[in-house]
């Protein structure tokens, strides 16, 4: 059976890089009839916090991304520490003492004499009396000896990798602190999750060779694994600065349709044109992993404006009942004022403006040339209520009274009416003022 998991590190919110894994791993699962779990990784218990876990479990069911169990590492400590036992008995987890300082010069000088920045292994070389001596002095870390062969396979969407494992350092998989590290906490439970799928960023390829190795020794099968793009601006530039901007908590408070965000990160990428899906369902249908690309993906946060303004445009007014309700349009007004604005909005939050406009009137904007006109033109505006023939009624007669025609005529009065220079059909506008218009 495919299981695939999603596993953020709960030290802020997600962020529409996040998304991509998500969605993938997510919809890899659903077309299989598979399972999709949700994986906390709060083992860094000083940073992981209690609010950014509630907003990722929001965050994700929002989108509808529902996960069918959710697991917690920090409740797991006692199968990495069982994990730990193993490798060292294997001869594959070894301690090393060097401070960040002293693998920083190593680094430089390898560098400087054209070398990789490789881990040269020196601990291997100590005695137990130095071991004893170091770890008395500064703590020590826990290394993965990796075999030094070639690590192969075939990756979802960058196809065939290579890497010399020669030329990778020999991953830490414990902190001097004696915390443990992502690349063996998700090595442990990928094999005891029986984890058969991972889609990730392509900034862990390398890392992926390492956990192939791990795996492999401790028994487990290993994954399929397909490494996404990551997501640059819109001009090539890095996202990373901009994060605090892009997540979905703030797209969600800026009115944002989820189905918006799922249509874009489910093409986005890929061979296939972005198209809007109604739900998630749609999107996990026509989603396919072949179709996408290694390249840099260009987002650009403006793109999901006029996605959920598309939305927007297809709900009916049951849909968006509650909406119409906190805004204060009457029940008998809801269904009428709906098909006459939901093609005139950009989010949600956009319908209360539009009723209060109807509710109360707008703010005439009139130009200083036309200040003469439309006060001649509202003296010839019959009183309320209005229905469908009254903009042609009235028109017709501002027409035969100023001599004025097409936009010097439509376009002012508009403006005038509805305190906008675009909007809906003014014939069907008319009709729900429950103010005759002031100028």
């Known amino acids: 059976m495919t299981t695939t998991r999603f596993a953020p590190s709960p030290t802020g919110y997600l962020h529409i890089g996040n998304l991509r894994a998500a969605l993938f791993n997510y919809a890899i699962a659903r077309q299989a ?10 083992t860094d218990q000083e940073r992981s916090k209690d609010e950014y876990i509630a907003g990722i479990q929001e965050d994700l069911t929002w989108l509808g991304l529902n996960w069918d169990k959710i697991e917690y590492q920090s409740k ?15 001869g594959r987890l070894y301690e090393a003492f060097e401070t960040p ?3 920083d010069l190593k680094r430089k000088k390898q560098l400087n004499m054209g070398k990789p920045p490789v881990y040269d292994r020196a601990a291997l070389a100590l005695s137990e009396d130095e071991k004893a001596r170091l770890r008395a002095e500064r703590g020590s870390h826990w290394r993965f000896k990796l075999d030094h062969t070639r690590i192969e396979w075939t990756d979802g969407i960058i196809g065939d990798i290579s890497i010399d494992a020669a030329s990778v350092s020999d991953p830490v998989l414990f902190k001097n602190d004696g915390q443990i590290l992502y690349t063996l906490a998700s090595v442990v439970d990928d094999t005891e999750m029986g984890i058969t799928d ?28 397909a490494h996404h793009s990551l997501l640059t601006g819109p001009q090539g ?23 918006a965000i799922l249509s874009l990160m489910a093409r986005l990428g890929s061979s296939d044109p972005v198209e809007l899906r109604r739900d998630i369902r749609e999107v ?13 993906t260009k987002f650009d946060v403006d793109d999901l404006g006029p996605l959920t303004a598309r939305h927007l445009a297809t709900l009916g007014h049951d849909d968006v009942a509650d909406v119409l309700t906190s805004a204060g349009v009457p029940d008998d007004l809801a269904e009428p004022f709906w098909n006459v604005v939901r093609d005139n909005i950009n989010t949600l939050d956009d319908v209360a403006g539009w009723w209060a406009m109807f509710r109360d009137g ?14 001649q033109a509202f003296d010839l505006l019959p009183p309320l209520p209005y229905d469908s023939d009254t903009w042609a009624t009235w028109t017709a007669a501002v027409k035969d009274a100023t001599g004025r025609k097409g936009k010097g005529l439509f376009m002012p009065l508009r403006k005038a009416v509805t305190g906008r220079q675009r909007g809906p059909e003014m014939a069907d506008v008319m009709p729900l003022l429950q103010t005759k218009p002031r100028v």
């Open 33 to 42: 009839g598979g399972t999709f779990i949700l994986r906390i990784d709060d």
């Open 76 to 90: 797991r400590m006692d199968r990495y520490a069982a994990a730990k036992q193993r490798l060292i008995e294997m």
């Open 101 to 103: 300082v002293e693998l």
């Open 198 to 225: 991972v889609v990730r960023g392509s900034d862990h390829v390398t890392n992926t060779a390492t956990q192939i190795q791990m795996i492999e020794a401790l028994g487990g099968a290993v994954p399929r694994f």
């Open 237 to 259: 530039e890095g996202l990373s600065k901009r994060l605090g901007t892009l997540s979905l908590r703030d797209m969600r408070n800026q009115g944002i349709a989820p189905q």
């Open 284 to 296: 996990v249908a026509g989603f396919d992993l072949s179709k996408f690309g290694s390249a840099p």
């Open 362 to 375: 707008a703010t005439p904007l009139v130009d200083d040339e036309d200040r003469e006109f439309i006060v």
